[in-house]
């Protein structure tokens, strides 16, 4: 969709357990003040481009920056990063929401996935995450230089 430039929307939430969330700055803060308020359950640190999340988050944010880089056509800029911590997972879970063009008067094309990978307690990848990463690596051997996503 980014290579026909009908890709006009693109984002990505991350659900994470505290333990599992290595954050600097701001949202680290935001993050530390929810957990000493005793507050359980969801809170939504960050919501914004995905460019702004990296620094503030580099541990956490790979499947983001790799989703900005596929939907080359909105970039860092214009794809929309959501961390939500979660006190009560036991997983990574992410959810990739997908926007595409709409007929004259008709809502436009989405798509919308979730992985739920369980991780151990402080763990920033999940169990499954090493695995689909050698599949990725071994089907984009031989494709010559440059990044492939499979």
Same mark, same amino acid.
């Given at each position: 969709m980014? !290579?026909?430039? *009908?890709?006009?929307?693109? *984002?990505?939430?991350?659900? =994470?357990?505290?333990?599992?969330l290595k954050l600097q700055g701001a949202i680290a803060e935001k993050m530390?003040?929810?957990l000493a308020s005793g507050l359980k359950g969801e809170c939504v640190l960050y919501e914004g481009p995905v460019r702004d999340l990296c620094s503030l988050a580099p541990n956490n944010v790979n499947t983001m920056a790799a989703a900005a880089l596929a939907g080359?056509?909105?970039?860092? #800029?214009?794809?929309? @990063?959501?961390?939500?911590? !979660?006190?009560?997972?036991?997983?990574?879970?992410?959810?990739?929401?997908?926007?595409?063009?709409? =007929? @004259?008067? @008709?809502?436009?094309? =989405?798509?919308?996935?979730t992985r739920y990978n369980p991780a151990e307690a402080g763990a920033v990848t999940g #169990?499954?995450?090493?695995a689909s990463f050698l599949s990725s690596a071994l089907e984009a051997g031989g494709r010559g230089n440059g990044v492939h996503f499979c």
């Open positions: 980014a !290579d026909r430039g *009908s890709l006009h929307g693109l *984002s990505v939430t991350m659900a =994470k357990a505290p333990h599992h530390e003040a929810r080359h056509n909105l970039g860092f #800029d214009g794809t929309v @990063a959501r961390l939500v911590m !979660d006190t009560e997972l036991e997983a990574h879970v992410v959810t990739v929401e997908v926007v595409g063009p709409a =007929k @004259a008067g @008709a809502p436009p094309f =989405k798509l919308s996935t #169990d499954a995450t090493y």
